[in-house]
């Protein structure tokens, strides 16, 4: 043993958002557009020695990138808390990554409170492959919560 730190099993039940993935979604209409379908694809890989998940999103439209993402999926053992760090072509810097926790199947994060603003993402595993992602939004500091997007993703 070399003394370096290895993946526990927090870290591995991560691996299972790893893969291609791909669903249709369905928008609310919000300020960022009119809501509608659209097309997403996700592309997971385990990676930096089993510890991180990293993930790439394409949205499209009419056959168009419409939005992209890159998130990284964490284990915070200080906090015991799971980490999720997302960056997209909205341009903002997240000021913290959105914390969460497995309940089941099922993984939701909560973004740590933007004033009264929160949102809140949750991944809930029918099977090895397939899950349903639900992204809430809350403007008055989580009394109240509408759904944004829906979406169920297979693998491919």
Do not use: C
């Not at 009119?34 to 997403?40: L, R």
């Amino acid at each position: 043993m070399n003394g370096m730190p290895q993946p526990t099993e927090q870290h591995r039940k991560l691996h299972r958002l790893a893969g291609t993935w791909a669903g249709e979604e369905k928008m609310s209409p919000s300020p960022w557009g009119p809501g509608g379908s659209a097309t997403g694809r996700y592309s997971g890989r385990v990676d930096i020695d089993g510890f991180f998940v990293i993930q790439d999103y394409v949205q499209e439209k009419d056959g168009k990138p419409s939005y992209r993402g890159h998130g990284i999926f964490g284990w915070d053992a200080r906090r015991s808390t799971y980490i999720w760090y997302w960056i997209d072509s909205m341009g903002e810097v997240p000021p913290s990554p959105s914390r969460g926790q497995w309940n089941g199947d099922t993984l939701q994060f909560e973004h740590e409170p933007m004033g009264d603003r929160r949102g809140r993402y949750t991944y809930q595993f029918l099977d090895d492959n397939t899950y349903r992602f639900r992204i809430e939004n809350s403007q008055d500091g989580g009394k109240s919560w509408q759904t944004f997007l829906e979406a169920t993703y297979h693998r491919l």
